[in-house]
């Protein structure tokens, strides 16, 4: 399997909003629900949302009202909008299929701090 492909982190500023995206080349977005999972330093790798073939989501209380899960079958991507971002986002952001992960790919970096 091909890993997935995290981009779009960096450094934002708190109540900066910043936009992630997801892609595996050559591979398809099919039946398969997508989860969005960050850690922090010194701490577990944590699902913060989820969006279904159908496009149905999910987000952690933690994120909820902040973060908007998304997907684009024919251009093969999700994506995570990230809006009023807090200090405590402050992650590396990875992608990956649920509930069958595949290999976890080198996520991207979110640093939010003034």
């Known amino acids: 399997q091909v890993q997935f492909q995290e981009s779009g982190g960096g450094l934002v500023q708190p109540g900066g909003s910043l936009t992630l995206s997801c892609v595996a080349p050559g591979s398809s977005l099919g039946i398969y629900t997508m989860g969005w999972y960050r850690q922090a330093p010194g701490k577990q790798r944590e699902l913060v949302a989820t969006?279904?073939?159908?496009?149905?989501?999910y987000y952690a209380d933690s994120v909820k009202g902040r973060f908007l899960a998304s997907r684009d079958d024919p251009k093969k991507a999700v994506y995570l909008q990230m809006n009023n971002l807090k200090p405590e986002d402050t992650a590396v952001y990875y992608c990956?299929?649920?509930?069958?992960?595949?290999?976890w790919g080198q996520g991207t970096l979110v640093t939010v701090s003034s």
């Open positions: 969006i279904t073939r159908y496009a149905d989501t």
């Open positions: 990956n299929e649920i509930p069958r992960p595949r290999p």
